[in-house]
């Protein structure tokens, strides 16, 4: 019965660490999520600056390339972040589940065994009984 217990402590410490492990995963995609956010309001800024001055105009085509690479380079990365997090969650679930099944059985082995010693409690109150019984006649006939 201790290795079940043991299991079931260690499978409590994995989901914590995957827990954390997803909270890292979750901020690495809110972080490039708030970049792209970022870069698209910079281009939107250096387009009204583009529109407003003419020397603009001539840099802006450079900018532009480098702003469509940085982006598609984000959403790879944000793809791949919010792959990763629906990995860790898949694993977290199977571990939620690993625990209940675990607790299950525990649970299980305990209703066994306190019905074994409700077994034993109640054989041990018959036998008084019945030698308190004994006793009774034995003192009435006597």
């Not at 290795?3 to 995609?29: N, P, Q, T």
């Not at 999520?33 to 583009?50: F, P, S, V």
């Not at 919010?82 to 898949?90: L, T």
């Amino acid at each position: 019965m201790k290795s079940l217990a043991s299991l079931i402590r260690l499978v409590k410490w994995r989901i914590d660490e995957k827990r954390r492990e997803l909270m890292d995963c979750e901020a690495a995609a809110d972080a490039l999520r708030l970049k792209l956010k970022q870069g698209e309001e910079e281009i939107l800024a250096e387009q009204a600056a583009a529109k407003a001055n003419f020397e603009a105009q001539l840099g802006y085509g450079a900018y532009a390339k480098r702003a469509i690479r940085r982006r598609e380079a984000l959403t790879e990365a944000l793809a791949e972040a919010e792959a990763k997090v629906e990995a860790v969650r898949s694993e977290l679930g199977e571990l939620f589940l690993e625990q209940k099944q675990y607790e299950i059985t525990q649970a299980s082995r305990d209703r066994k065994e306190r019905e074994r010693l409700a077994k034993i409690e109640q054989g041990l109150l018959d036998e008084i009984a019945l030698n308190q019984h004994k006793a009774k006649k034995v003192e009435a006939e006597g």
